[in-house]
């Protein structure tokens, strides 16, 4: 503006609060070059303490100094008229403008007001022609030179100043005469300072602003009791003219006290700049009145009549209050006033109040009421409308007046209200009926939308409500609005069926002229929608008083009832909460934040967090409720629900066991790391805001929407308390996944956002991320109001640990600095800290424990690792806590403890900030280098100011400011960042691609850098049509879908990889795109109202959106132009001409991983290109699969789990290319091979899992290049023999050379810090997915003397979370013992106590690998712990450790590894050698401990079936183990069993890590079912588990059915295991009957020995009785071995039984086994 003006231009602007404190420079300079204008300012409050958007006077004091005038209006007419006089008087006067009035109580009311018509403003600027060619005289113009905004040094400077006071002294004049303009124009008369009361008042009251009205109505209707009381109304602030203040006044000398009301607040002067104002100018006239500085009004505090009178009692009081303030009570300076409720409008005035709810139409229909009868009647009108903190769905009160005379009270009805309509049923039993009720009159008419009849309304309505209804002897009337817009087509919105209610009943004009014109101004309303929404809006206005009736109450009973008004409304609660949520939250929320005092509230504006856990606002009308048969499991509900309202949990089966009736789950899915554990989906009915956004993502339809009272009736409401108080198990999942992440607890959540708020999911899924350690700055907008209005606060603490999000905004157009500022400042105050760790380790390391020791200086390591960090913090805490009085060291480190963990740095804003005001400080923060993480929500348009067009509206679009559509392309934020080449940039949408978001979400967060993700979020202002925002992530997924938004991630880390660090997430465009803009009414609206223009725009559109996408994608395809041979890697420079490799592996125990990792290794070492190795369920989207395997091969390497599961990594994988909506051609042109990885012994799905892939992909027409590779672990050197086998074909299929191999060692994966003097505290190296158990018993129950080692192995679980379910098994990882350990370190010449960090350097390293070098470890924790040197070695061990040996053994070594050395290694595996054993033999090789980890393989778990119920035998998990041990065939000592070795050396109180393992069994539904076992040795452990289920069952009084157990061993007396147990659940009835078939006993052997198969052919009616007649199941446990002869026996045992329904032939036998197994009544569980 300043340039527009100093060229000579006449030119405005409209401005408030932080908007106008950012021109005051501009203000200073246009003011003193004497340049005039005007700026129109709606004054409001500046953000302090807190934000606020309401009205007070704080910005207008600010600007006080600047030279501007400022001219106050206090009602919407003189807003107008003042308007114009300030455009007068500024040009006449040369001195620029602020024409103000109250910002929200002004500009915010609906007024009837006499506007001018546009001829008076072309007079007016015929009568300034002068004045303005003065103006533009002095512009800048070469045709008339000269210079303006010169420097000014100190001997001219002040007098130049002073030479404006001659311009200032006659601003007043200028204004008298543009008053009198006006009044010449209008007739209305106006004063600098306009005085009202009596002539000779004794008690005045000065006042600017709306506030005058209230002061004028009240002594007007006060007439005579206040005459001594008057009023001073301040017009001209600046420049202050004493001489026409004093002129306006009484006499000065009858004047006692003076009351200066201030809407604003100087917390560091004596008072007020008015109130110090008028001290000058009485103190100058001498005049000796007392004088009080009062403050009003702050943030649009309601001013009322009752408050005025408190004013004037305060000044009659013999010592009045000064300072005092009013409206609420201050209970800590004492200043307020107390006041009451006063009823003061005009006579024949109606006050009507309705209670809306935002998004229902109210507060619109409302206006339009006001305009219908402002225009077609003589009454005035006044409107204004109140709501709460909330977004769209929040609560709008709507104050509405109408009457003969001009109202000037503008204030909210608190007294004498006519009309009150409740729209809202909910609201009835939510907000105290003193709230609600309070303002009606006696005999005032209350309207209630609800679909309660009379006799319902008596159980309906709250006591207090009915109390007050009687009391107050209220016309009431009801009518289902709801059910009527529902007929009508209206959905949710009732705003016309209402006013048509309320031209019915209020009598302001005749019903039929007041529906004519309500149908007429629908229609002005609505145009531009459409005829159709035109046309349910009138049917609905037409439906509306046919549905109305008269409400007939027992009036006596109602008002004479005995009830407590409060404690109704008490919210139930599962627990009792803190003081602060029923003191202030309470209250808040429930519309009564007034009554809270001064002494409540925190000064600096610092809120708790958690606020809206509280809430419980039960608005919607319908909510989701789960169809566990259809649910999947997917979690795509939760990731997308705006509210966090609905989650996954999962649950134990002991906290199964508690949960209520209706609380159904299913077993969790998705591999070993869901094993024992229960899936739930629910949601809450008491915080969904009801938008669908969750059913409509949902996959398989397994949502539907469901009355919510209809919910609270079934249990749902429970279901969540109950929910509530299961442990968080996301710590088993990986948060950087889909449905990992939502496994988190959501931080965020129930906001005040609109439903189906598309902002809201983003900012979720960061807190589920990385929330406990998140710091998050807000820059105001939707997100800053959602997100952080005190009272609803949705960021929430962690409920263990209580670490949450900490959450600060400072102002719109600084959030990148603010951010910024914050990085640098934790920056600094870590740099701190670690000064501060290394004095304390320096001087008082002796002092402290080795534990902290060795944290403190693992942190000095780890410190910039988020995860690793906040572990050690967690860890370092009751430390420093217990030992800060050691020395003074240790104390300055605890003074510093919130900076041990390395925070989570984010910003969080709109795309109004992100592209328009705020980006230059987001460039500065990009281009500085620093790793802030910058999320943008782009909804397109300033969305929480209304839909205001931003750089990011796109063309064609209409938004304010933008009504014909934005002509310009949309602002391309991410190529701008992505240009400095240094900043990770991802452009995302969650619910078009859910996968891809987190990946960059998890990118960003890791990139060492700044990082910009830019997040699509639709919006209300899209103006969808039909689906509201409940088809959100539909919207998302269209308008990837039609390239109206790129999925793509820009991650420089990938250019130091030799990669393009571009990568085009979506690559095809398949959508319509003008179908998309079709959908919504910004885009069709322009259609309607434009259609040449529009189509010209939309097309230009879809022209640019084409362009762009194809830019991209030559984006992506780029070739990186650099020599591979110098990345990190250590990867060779490609030589060979064959095609590049993707390796995608599915992997449960990690060896195929190791397996796939190794794979990628000599891909490498023979110049073949991997361009990428991960676990297939990273490919599940079939573009994924596509893009990744374009001109690549890829290599699919899976394992089977049981019998013939998937993998957990490769599930996802699975469903996605075998769901029947894939095209049947959809994998053409891909190039795959594959390697599966199974055990020959599981018979029936040997390989099942990569058989099953194979054939899919065939079927979807991709090309295998060679037949599947087979790696079987009960081959000779396990999977290692197929695997060599399959390579050479795999070399030849694709061309690849040989590798160059000089025999000297490769490069490791790893290295490896030694820390010379450093403590490392005693401390276990924990596998990923495992829980540390106590061994609680270790018996040996064979005889000790027997041949025979059979354990009873007891582990503890107590404290800790280590749910199983009947049938699982536990995953036991185990130690190598202490000699072994020794004799290696001995060999290798290693220091085992030696303290080292381990860095992978290599991407080709197991997840294992990475996790168990988070932290320092020991040299001996290694060899103990990880590495399998005790294990069966392979050939190619043999191969690598050659190139340590020396010329001798490696030659030998060499030999053993080929073709050619074949009987050689068969000799040698004859005696059952380790890797120890190899390196023992071939002395010379001993290679370092980094190449060690690189070539001897982790250590496996041992998988062992669970022998325990947990719920007979609660904290603690049983095994049957038999210590392994063998002769080998060349003779020489026994060998053992690794883990068996372990287990039979361990001692109880030893920790051991473990995991759960999903089971094989399938168990009948009705416990009543029969069960047939066979247990085979060991394989009676789980048997074992089955028979205490039961017991543990039928002492809960549960009927339970026959349990047969076959029972096979060696020996009777020595191996029958748990005998006395068996006489026991024999005795207690649950235990039908035990067969024994012991192998080796007398008299049968020798020569025979007896098989369980022999017992079962003895008895077969045990057998078909159960099985055939009884429906029951069948469970073998035991060796895979004996499989085939138990089939073989059951199969005749139904065979034998003939009769009806039994099978007559073996070909019938076969045919019913494979009927039973195909019902799942067959479980087997074999090794």
Known sequence: MHGALSVGSLATTFTASQGLLLMIPNMYKIAGELTPCVMHVPARAVAGQALSIFGDQNDIQAVRSTGFAILFGSTVQEALDLALASHIATLRSRIPFVHTFDGFRTSHEIQKVQAFPKDIFRKVVELLAPEIDAHRARGLNPNHPHARGTAQCDDIYFQAVEAANKYYLDVPKFVEEAFLWIEKICGRKYKLYEYFGGANAKYIIVIMGSGAGVVEEYLAKMGDKAKDCGVLQIRLYRPWSEKHVLAALPTLSGIKAVAVCNKMKDPAAPGEPLYMDMCATLQRARCDATIVNGRFGLSSKDFTPGMVEAVFKNLKS???????????????????????????????????????????????????????????????????????????????????????????????????????????????????ASTLLGPLKEGGTLVLNCPWSDEDLEKALPPPFRKIIGQKKLRVCAIDASAVAKRTGMGKLINNIMTAVFFELSGVLPTEQALALLKDAVKKTYKNKGDAIVNQNIAAVEAAIAALRDVKYPLESWASQDCDMFSFYEKPRAEKPAEYVTEILDKVQMMRGEELKVSQLEADGAVPLSQTRYAKRGVAECVPIVDMDKCIQCNVCSAICPHAVIRPFLLSSVELLEAPKTFDTRKATGGNAYAGLHYRIQASPQDCTGCEVCTNACPVGALSMVSRLQTLDQGHGKNWDYAMTIPNRGKRFDANSLKGSQFQEPLLEFSGACEGCGETPYAKLVTQMFGKRLIVANATGCSSIWGGTAGWVPYAKSKEGGKGTAWGNSLFEDNAEYGLGQFLAVKQRRRLLRDRIEAAIARAGSSMSLGMRSLLEQWLEFSEDGIISERLSDELGPLLEAEQSKAKEIAEVYRLKDMITKPSMWMFGGDGWANDIGFGGIDHAIASGNPVKIMVMDTEV????????????????????????????????????????????????????????????????????????????????????????????????????????????????????????????????????MKFLSRQNRYAQLVRSNPGVAEKLQGQLSVYLKERHQALRDKAAEELKQDVSSLKDGLAKATSNCEPIVIAFGS??????????????????????????????????????????????????????????????????????????????????????????????????????????????????????????????????????????????????????????????????????????????????????????????????????????????????????????????????????????????????????????????S?????????????????????????????????????????????????????????????????????????????????????PLEQLLSIVPLMKPRIYSI??????????????????????????????????????????????????????????????????????????????????????????????????????????????????????????GVLTSLV?????????????????????????????????????????????????????????????????????TEVEADKWFQDFMAAGRYSEESY
């Open 1403 to 1487: 991407p080709n390293v197991s997840e294992r690998h990475r996790r168990s070098f988070e932290q320092r470890v020991t040299v001996r924790q290694i060899l103990a712990t990880m590495l399998d040197l005790f294990g069966r070695p392979s050939k190619s061990f043999c191969n690598d450790l050659a190139r340590f040996a020396g010329t001798a053994d490696a030659k030998a070594l060499r030999r053993l590894a080929s073709p050619e050395g074949a009987d050689e290694w068969a000799t040698l595996m004859e005696t059952c050698p380790s890797f120890f054993d190899i390196m023992n033999k071939y002395k010379s090789a001993k290679p």
């Open 318 to 432: 013999s010592n009045p209050q000064h300072p005092f303030t009013i409206g609420f009570d201050d209970d800590v300076t004492h200043f307020s006033l107390p006041y009451r409720s006063l009823e003061t409008v005009p006579a024949g005035t109606k006050q009507c109040i309705f209670w809306g709810f935002g998004s229902d139409g109210t507060v619109g229909a409302n206006k339009n009421t006001i305009k219908i009868i402002a225009q077609n009647t003589p009454l005035y009108a006044q409107g204004y409308f109140k709501y709460d903190a909330l977004k769209s769905g929040g609560v709008t009160m709507s104050h509405l007046r109408f009457g003969p005379t001009p109202l000037k009270g503008s204030y909210l009805i608190d007294a004498g209200c006519d009309y009150l309509a409740i729209h809202k049923r909910e609201y009835i039993a939510t907000f105290f």
């Open 942 to 1073: 300033y969305s929480n100011t209304g839909g205001q067009s931003s750089k990011a509206t796109p063309m064609g679009a209409v938004a304010k400011f933008a009504q014909a559509g934005r002509e310009q392309k949309k602002k391309d934020l991410g190529a701008m960042a992505m240009a400095y080449q240094h900043v990770y940039v991802a452009s995302v949408a969650i619910g078009a691609n859910y996968k891809q978001t987190v990946e960059a979400f998890s990118e960003a967060e890791k990139y060492d850098g700044p990082a910009l993700l830019i997040c699509y979020a639709p919006c209300i202002e899209h103006r969808f049509f039909k689906t509201g925002l409940s088809a959100m992530s539909l919207d998302q997924r269209d308008a990837v879908e039609c390239g109206y938004w790129p999925l793509y991630r820009f991650n420089p880390a990938l250019r130091k990889q030799g990669q393009n660090p571009f990568l085009l997430d979506s690559k095809k465009v398949t959508g319509d795109v």
């Open 1507 to 1628: 022998a325990s119920d947990a719920h007979y035998a609660p904290g603690q998990v049983d095994f049957t183990v038999v210590i392994n041990q063998w002769k080998p065939k060349a003779g020489g000592e026994l060998k053992t069993g690794l883990c068996t070795k372990f287990i039979q050396a361990a001692a109880v109180g030893k920790k051991v890590p473990c995991s759960v393992v999903c089971g094989t069994f399938n168990f009948p539904a009705e416990d009543t079912t029969p069960m047939v076992m066979v247990g085979l040795g060991t394989g009676i452990a789980p048997i074992r588990s089955f028979v205490q289920d039961k017991l543990y069952k039928k002492s809960k009084g549960i009927k339970t059915g026959p349990m047969i157990v076959f029972y096979g061993c060696r020996r009777y007396q020595e191996e029958l295991l748990y005998k006395e147990e068996w006489e026991m659940y024999k005795r207690e």
């Open 1148 to 1401: 449960d125990t990690g060896v195929t991983e190791q397996v796939a990792k190794k794979f990628a290794g000599m891909c490498s070492e023979r110049g073949v290109v991997v361009r990428r190795i991960c676990d297939l369920d990273e490919m599940s989207e079939l573009d994924d699969l596509k893009g990744a395997a374009k001109d690549a091969l890829l290599v699919v390497m899976c394992s089977t789990c049981g019998h013939g599961d998937f993998p957990q990594n490769s599930g996802l994988f699975w469903s996605s290319v075998s769901a029947s909506t894939v095209a049947p051609k959809e994998l053409e042109g891909l190039r795959f091979c594959s390697f599966a990885m199974g055990d020959r012994s599981y018979h029936d799905s040997f390989c099942e899992a990569a058989k099953k892939i194979e054939a899919r992909m065939l079927e979807l027409g991709a090309k295998s290049i060679l037949e599947m590779g087979i790696g079987d672990d009960r081959d000779e050197d396990k999977w290692e023999t197929g695997f060599t086998a399959w390579l050479p074909k795999f070399w030849a299929a694709i061309k690849a050379p040989e590798p160059q191999d000089d025999g000297t060692p490769k490069a490791p994966l790893f290295d490896i810090r030694y820390h010379e003097g450093a403590a490392l505290a005693p401390s276990q190296i924990v596998p990923p997915g495992t829980q540390l158990l106590t061994i609680r018993e270790n018996k040996r129950m064979t005889p000790s003397d027997y041949e025979r080692d059979i354990r009873h192995f007891s582990l503890s679980t107590d404290d800790v979370d280590f749910p199983f379910d009947l049938g699982d098994a536990v995953a036991i990882y185990p130690e190598n013992l202490d000699d072994d350990v020794d004799a290696a370190l001995k060999f290798l010449e290693l220091e085992g106590d030696k303290v080292i960090t381990v860095k992978c350097i």
């Open 1636 to 1704: 024994g078939a012991f192998q080796f006993d007398k008299p049968h052997y020798p020569p025979k020995q007896i098989f369980v198969s022999d017992k079962m052919a003895e008895q077969p009616e045990l057998i078909s009785e159960n099985l055939l007649d009884k429906g029951g199941y069948f469970f073998m446990c035991g060796p895979a071995v004996a499989t085939p002869s138990v089939q073989k026996a059951l199969k005749a045992a139904v065979l034998k039984k003939g009769g009806a329904g039994a099978p007559k």
